[in-house]
């Protein structure tokens, strides 16, 4: 079938056993033609060779040579909302619930969960638990009782075993529970529902740039170019040997069937072990009871995003394990400066990693009119370093208390800056905490009101989302106004004749996003009222301004793990620096790389001086000079079916993939 029709380039996308099955086939392509051409009647030209490019489609997220695998965030949406909606039960009637989420072979799916959630136990076929694992998930059950929780939740693995083997089911965890504790216990396994439901945005875009990559692969393919798989690596889409990732993802299995459980977490990736070991840190009962010396105080900066809670909570659990005493600061800079300060415990954070908003409360004011103030409260508490959570006043703000530091020398410590907004305008960071569940969001808005009232009515409406655009790739957007992108009259004239023609063809719906700062002249009722006029007797029309929506809900999975993993690093990185610069028991830090912003950069988190990223910055329109989502605007635009060649876009596009093809390093 593929002679018949010419084809010489295929993508497979699917798990390991159909990326292996590929590669065999198109090792074997040779031999099978030999075998095509003894065939009676078969004749004509072909070609001797097929090239085949992989991508990875498995909610398990089992493939060794990605962080992500297309699916596998959607299933933790699913995932999570059963296990929000659980623990609102547990918490009603002090019940422990046992839940089973699949992974047969691997354990990403309950590792997220369980650091999505605060769960008190996880079990995952890479790393059994130790020998008498049972008295100890009992003694951190009543633990946990005798602090005042009043719910435990415990994720099981499907594939879950013990040090020898032995498969441990979730019905024989709550068998343990109610026989030891005798706790009201309920076990609930997930199954299929976890493949089912809509996408997440995050699954949207990962497809669509996984995809173009796939495709620019192939185009660039030659007779001897090598069966790739393209992967996601941090931010950035790679390339990479499909036949070693297969071996890598064997391999694993192999150590796990021969009982070297650490080097199966190792072979699994930076990703699943940086994710393990923070969950180890997260998952004591209580912090150690050897104390650094050291006070490290956190707070919440501008505009509140979900998961700023989850990285606070991050934040001080494991400032405790560090043993410093942890602060946690009241209505951002303003509190800072009136004393809005308390001492953080262990239990005062439990149970904030699935709460939306800000706990702490927020504010958008700038400290330096409170340099004496802040100083005086820093002085007052013993503050030796700074963790400050937010958008773009963070970033500002933390640049003002630099400058502070030539007059007072109480602003001389440490100072750490983790970027949480849903515009993602911070410099610095691909991706900021709380971006990822407005996307959500917005994506969900446009999808209610769109294919179900818009396909049965021939409708079509305007909507203005107030963030930063990748929605309009998730959303499957006709069109998507932003302020980085000027656009004119014609521009709208030729959107809104691309949009008359298709829906005089069978595609009776279309969606137009605008970013609310896009044009102060093309506004939404202005783009509203246009559409409406040149659609008539077409399509009609309907006006969404999603507003301050975006700024609230329960934050997705994404959000909660990316803002536990920056708390958890950023308290690493200030516990090193405050010891770099402590002297004689007093702690002067004023050089440029005591004061950082931990950001998501292509392929890994990395630490910034703030002063460095000053250069990268347009502080008039409060957003960096480059951003990396720019380049899905040729990938919207033929995804829209604009009537564009993709060599009008091959330079943008070639942009998005330059990283290379065969990447050189293999991170696995």
């Known amino acids: 079938n593929l002679v018949k029709r010419g084809i010489t380039n295929l993508c497979v996308i699917g798990g390991d056993g159909s990326l292996t099955g590929a590669d065999t086939f198109r090792a074997e392509w040779s031999s099978l033609l030999a075998e095509l051409l003894k065939t009676a009647g078969f004749g004509g030209s072909f070609s001797s060779y097929l090239n085949i490019v992989g991508m990875v489609g498995s909610i398990d997220n089992d493939f060794c040579g990605t962080d992500m695998t297309i699916g596998t965030d959607s299933a933790l949406h699913r995932i999570m909302e059963i296990v929000d909606a659980i623990t609102t039960t547990a918490q009603s009637h002090q019940r422990t619930f046992v839940l089973e989420v699949m992974g047969r072979h691997c354990g990403y799916l309950a590792l997220i969960t369980s650091l999505a959630c605060g769960a008190d136990w996880v079990f995952i076929p890479e790393s059994p638990p130790e020998d008498g694992w049972e008295d100890h998930l009992c003694r951190r059950l009543t633990e946990t009782r005798l602090g005042g929780s009043r719910l435990n939740i415990i994720i099981v693995a499907e594939g879950a075993i013990d040090r020898h083997g032995k498969a441990i089911t979730s019905d024989e965890v709550k068998d343990l529970v109610v026989k030891r504790l005798g706790y009201d216990t309920r076990v609930t396994i997930l199954g299929h529902v976890q493949r089912g439901g809509t996408p997440s945005a995050f699954d949207r875009i990962l497809g669509s740039r996984m995809g173009v990559e796939a495709v620019m692969a192939l185009l660039e393919g030659t007779p001897d170019t090598p069966a790739c798989v393209v992967s996601l690596s941090g931010n950035q889409a790679v390339r990479l040997p499909l036949m070693e990732c297969v071996q890598v993802t064997k391999d694993v299995t192999t150590a796990m069937n021969e009982k070297r459980f650490d080097d199966a977490v190792k072979l699994r990736g930076r990703s699943f072990q940086n994710n393990w070991n923070v969950y180890k840190l997260l998952a004591h009962i209580r912090p150690p009871s050897t104390k650094s010396g050291y006070t490290l105080a956190v707070l919440n900066v501008g505009a509140p995003a979900a998961g700023m809670n989850a990285a606070v909570r991050s934040t001080v659990r494991i400032g405790l394990i560090h043993g410093h005493r942890m602060l946690a600061v009241h209505d951002g800079f303003e509190g800072l400066a009136y004393g809005k300060v308390e001492e953080s415990s262990w239990d005062k954070v439990g149970g904030w990693t699935g709460l939306g908003g800000s706990k702490l409360g927020t504010k958008r004011t700038l400290p330096k009119k409170y340099f004496e103030e802040i100083s005086a409260t820093i002085s007052t508490f013993g503050i030796h370093g700074l963790i400050i959570i937010g958008g773009f006043e963070a970033f500002m703000g933390s640049l003002e208390l630099m400058e502070g530091r030539a007059k007072f020398d109480e602003l001389c410590i ?237 330079k943008a596009l070639m942009e998005h993939v330059r990283h290379k093809r065969v990447s050189q390093e293999y991170n696995m």
Request: charged letters at 25%.
């Open 414 to 650: 440490p100072i750490c800056v983790i970027p949480a907004t849903v515009s993602n305008n911070v410099p610095g960071s691909d991706f900021s905490i709380g971006a990822d569940t407005a996307l959500n969001t917005i994506t969900t808005v446009s999808r209610q009101r769109g294919p179900s009232g818009a396909s049965s009515s021939s409708r079509r409406w305007a909507a203005t989302a107030g963030t930063w655009p990748p929605c309009g790739a998730g959303g499957g957007a006709d069109a998507a106004y932003i302020f980085e992108e000027h656009f004119s009259i014609r521009d709208l004239q030729i959107n809104v004749e691309h949009l008359t023609e298709k829906m005089k063809t069978t595609v009776k719906r279309g969606l137009v996003l605008r970013n609310e700062h896009c044009n102060e002249n093309y506004t939404t009722d202005f783009i509203y009222n246009l559409y409406t006029e040149e659609g008539k007797g077409i399509f009609d029309c309907r006006k969404n301004v999603l507003g301050h929506m975006q700024q609230g809900g329960t934050p997705t999975p994404f959000d909660r793990n990316f803002g536990t993993k920056m708390g958890a690093k950023s308290v690493a990185w200030i516990t090193g620096k405050i010891k770099e610069c402590s002297r004689h028991g007093r702690i002067f830090a004023n050089t440029a790389d005591s004061a950082c912003l931990l950001g998501m950069r292509k392929r890994s988190l990395v630490f910034q001086p703030l002063i460095e990223l000053k250069e990268q910055t347009d502080f008039e329109h409060r957003i960096p000079k480059e951003q990396w989502w720019l380049k899905l605007r040729p990938i919207l635009k033929i995804l829209a079916k604009y009537n564009i060649e993709l060599d009008t876009s091959e």
